[in-house]
Structure formats: C-alpha cells, structure tokens
C-alpha cells in the first residue's frame, strides 16, 4: 500500500526555520518525482515545489528561501524552509509524481495527510 | 503563470442531482488537466487525470471532459459521500497552479 507521511511541522517565529520530511513506503520511491503542496487555513491549494532525478523547481513564494531534498535511500523527502512568514502557514502535502517527458505529463496521484506549519509571534 | 478559474465557487445540490463544474485555463494546457476532491481535514484525492480519465477506485458517477483551455466535472447522481470541495490542477507546466475550488453543500 502507497503510504506518504509527513512529519516536522509545529510553531515557529517569524524568521524562523523548520525542516519537513516525508517517509515514503509500497511504492519504489526512487522512480518517482516528489511534489509539496501546501493549503492556507480555510483557503485552497498551492504548489511550493517539485524535485525528481533531474530538476527542482519552486514556487516565487517561497523561492530563495525553501530548499526541497531527497534521499532515496531512506525513501524520503525533504522541505527546510527559512525565513519563514506569516503567510507560511499551511498545512503541507507531499505528493507523489510529476513532471513531463516526451509527450506525456504526470499528475499527483498519492498525497500524505499533512503537516501543519504555524507561523506566529 | 497558468490561471485556473472555476465556477461556480459554491454549488448546492440535492442527493440525486447531476452536477458539473467548469473550469478554464488562462492557456492552452492540452489534456493536463487533474480533478480533486477534498474534505475537510483531509488531504486531497484524484478523482479524474488526463481531463477524462477515472483514477482506479473513483465510483463511475464521476466523469470529466474537455481539453485545451475549457474543462468539466460532472457527477452524475449526486451521493451523500460527494459533499465536498473539487479542486481542478493543471501539471501541463510548472509552476503548477489550481482552481480556487467548488464547494458542493446540501441544498
């Protein structure tokens, strides 16, 4: 069974710095490009970033300041986020898949249950 | 970046209505096109991919259509468990982007 979950969410100042991981699991990890997405309270959803094998892109929200990872080897992935603001606070995802090659484009099929990340003096 | 507009941001529906929401893409994003729903406090699930495609496991109410700027999301026969919000995604290019949502409540 597909399995992602997140983890490494809480409180912190503005400013501040937190490091997200998600531990992957049922599915070869490697293979797959890595997404996170987060969702403002009571607001809708927002791409942040993407890595696979060959790229990384972010989101110009938060370029600069987050870096997403990944280490296949421990089937996981990763968001250190810095200078975090007020306007950081989501709930983050992580989803799996992603990207385009050839002539086909990938979609988010598998998505953990979140992590949230406040943001707040 | 690609904008994604849908309407209509609520939707209030009886148990048996056919319902569709539409969403349109500020560009051509051929068939790129990904249907959520979501409850809350939960994460997002795939319902449709490729515009038309049923994700394994979706009930077959649930149909989707279109491709190039102007899609649909239609379920047939409106059941209690569809009480929702419908996120439509296009992953045609980055930076990914979403509709702002249809919340489909009881009438």
């Known amino acids: 069974e597909v399995q992602l979950v997140e983890s490494g969410g809480g409180l912190v100042k503005p400013g501040g710095s937190l490091r997200l991981s998600c531990a992957a699991s049922?599915?070869?990890?490697?293979?797959?490009?890595m997404n996170w997405v987060r969702q403002a309270p009571g607001k809708g959803l927002e791409w942040v970033s993407f890595?696979?094998?060959?790229?990384?892109y972010y989101a110009d929200s938060v370029k600069g300041r987050f870096t997403i990872s990944r280490d296949n080897a421990q089937n996981s992935l990763f968001l250190q986020m810095n200078g975090l603001r007020a306007d950081d606070t989501a709930v983050y995802y992580c989803?799996?898949?992603?990207?385009?090659?050839?002539?086909?484009?990938?979609?988010?099929?598998?998505w953990g249950q979140g992590t949230l990340v406040t943001v707040s003096s | 970046d690609i904008r994604m507009t849908q309407s209509p941001s609520t939707l209030s529906a009886s148990v048996g209505d056919r319902v569709t929401i539409t969403c349109r893409a500020s560009?051509?994003?051929?068939?790129?096109l990904a249907w959520f729903q979501q409850k809350p406090g939960k994460a997002p699930r795939l319902l449709i991919y490729k515009a038309s495609t049923l994700q394994g496991g979706v009930p077959s109410r649930f149909s989707g259509s279109g491709s190039g700027t102007e899609f649909t999301l239609a379920i047939s026969s409106l059941q209690p468990d569809d009480f929702a919000t419908y996120y439509c995604?296009?992953?045609?290019?980055?930076?990914?982007?979403f509709g702002q949502g249809t919340k489909v409540d009881i009438k």
């Open positions: 989803a799996r898949g992603g990207g385009c090659t050839g002539d086909t484009c990938y979609y988010p099929d598998r």
């Open positions: 995604q296009q992953y045609n290019s980055f930076p990914w982007t």
């Open positions: 049922g599915f070869s990890f490697s293979t797959y490009a």
């Open positions: 560009q051509t994003i051929s068939s790129w």
């Open positions: 890595i696979s094998d060959r790229a990384s």
